[in-house]
């Protein structure tokens, strides 16, 4: 399985970016899919995650209200929509998801600053 991971980029404080991670592989036999992020000098955390069959949803307290994890099953395709950006969103966010194994797609560097 591959997960393809874009849409970062530089935005200012408040802004809006929308990242998306495409599945080789229908999103149904990947139980779980999420985002996490890694900010420089700190470990890499969950951002947001998203059951695949019946779309639950858990976020991160520091991003609740703010970031919308969402689905597209045709496209198999997992969206995190980011409003209200702070310059403490700044991080590498990667695509992750588990099915038979453990995946992890390739990081897309987020900044916020203004």
């Known amino acids: 399985v591959q997960l393809q991971a874009s849409g970062g980029g530089l935005v200012q404080p408040g802004g809006s970016l929308r990242l998306s991670c495409a599945a080789s592989?229908?999103?149904?036999?990947?139980?779980?899919m999420a985002w996490y992020r890694q900010a420089p000098g700190k470990l890499r955390a969950l951002v947001a995650e998203i059951v695949t069959y019946g779309g639950n949803t858990n976020y991160a307290d520091s991003v609740k209200g703010r970031f919308t994890i969402s689905r597209d099953i045709a496209k198999n395709t997992v969206y995190l929509q980011m409003n209200s950006l702070k310059p403490e969103d700044t991080a590498v966010y990667y695509c992750?998801?588990?099915?038979?194994?453990?995946?992890w797609g390739a990081g897309t560097l987020v900044t916020v600053s203004s």
């Open positions: 592989t229908n999103i149904f036999s990947l139980r779980r």
């Open positions: 992750y998801a588990v099915g038979a194994g453990i995946y």
